[in-house]
């Protein structure tokens, strides 16, 4: 009876790591086909970056700075997945104006202008890491000055996810661009709108692993970009590694969110393509009472929210309430 047992437990086992093995090599989807963008990135001008900033493991990342020395707020502005800090520039300009505040646009590790592997970070907590070495700099830079935390898309869910972490001590208020709150949030469609595609299979094979505490295979890319050839622009990503798609998105919204006990701002379009807009204010109701919801009727989820005039007026008019 035991060497039946025996028998049938290596079996099974055996067929496990064979699901596994087919899992991880499972093909990557097809990204045919053409997202839907009410935007074209290749019409924005490339700005690049005019300064670096040093991280704790000595690695300069690009940075780019809009506004006086003497300013009494700062405001980060993280980028969303694919892209880079370039598409900020006219907002970061109308604020630094108008608002007379200075703003830090970075390229994040893996994108634009920042050397190193595309995509893919050392570790999963390494962007959270890079974003308080940005706020130090900041801090160094203008001691005098409030700083505010901001993003848009990804860059807003990492901006949630910088939140929940001990390092955020110091961050005086949140501005959130139609952010990306993770998987388990009420505002995330299942396909994110055709904006990527995930190959699901290796996903769970590698969830399965990390389940266990293996993270050797973390590097494997998962996330695939859908943007139509002829709308890419030359430093923009393609691809995501496990660990960096999950260095994005906060792993508990609820919890990072309740995390924060200071002045906060969402604003997204109601005709945002990638998220459900409407869940914001439930979710900010519940999660930061404290917040502000901001959902513009007609607007979509990048130029709209980024750069109209009547959206640059409230966070201008947001801002000059630090002062």
Do not use: C
């Amino acid at each position: 009876m035991g060497r039946k047992l025996a028998i049938v437990f290596g079996g099974v086992s055996t067929g496990f790591v064979l699901l596994l093995a087919m899992a991880l090599s499972w093909p990557a989807p097809s990204t045919e086909g053409e997202f839907t963008l009410n935007y074209n990135p290749t019409e924005w001008p490339e700005v690049g970056p005019d300064g670096e900033y040093e991280t704790r493991n000595g690695d300069r990342l690009p940075l780019r700075v809009y506004g006086e020395s003497e300013a009494e707020t700062a405001l980060i502005l993280l980028h969303g997945i694919s892209i880079y800090g370039f598409y900020f520039d006219e907002m970061a300009t109308y604020l630094a104006d108008q608002s007379a505040i200075r703003v830090y646009v970075p390229d994040l590790r893996g994108h634009g202008y920042a050397a190193g592997p595309r995509g893919d970070i050392d570790y999963e907590e390494q962007l959270v890491d890079d974003v308080a070495d940005l706020a130090a700099h900041v801090r160094a830079e203008l001691p005098q000055a409030r700083v505010i935390m901001g993003g848009h898309s990804g860059g807003g869910g990492l901006a949630v996810r910088f939140a929940g972490n001990d390092q955020s001590e110091g961050i005086d208020g949140y501005l959130l661009v139609a952010p990306a709150l993770g998987m388990d949030a009420p505002s995330t469609n299942v396909d994110f709108g055709g904006l990527f595609k995930v190959r699901l299979p290796r996903v769970i094979a590698l969830r399965l692993f990390n389940a266990v505490g293996v993270d050797a295979l973390d590097g494997l890319d998962v996330l695939y970009m859908t943007y139509p050839e002829k709308r890419l622009r030359e430093r923009m990503v393609l691809t995501y590694s496990w660990r960096y798609a999950k260095g994005f998105a906060p792993p508990n919204y609820a919890a990072a969110l309740e995390s924060i006990d200071v002045p906060l701002l969402l604003v997204a379009g109601s005709e945002d393509e990638v998220f459900d807009a409407e869940q914001y204010p439930s979710i900010i109701e519940e999660h930061a009472p404290g917040g502000e919801v901001v959902i513009k009727p007609g607007y979509n989820h990048f130029a709209d929210v980024l750069n109209k005039q009547e959206v640059l007026e409230i966070y201008a008019a947001w801002l000059e309430g630090f002062e």
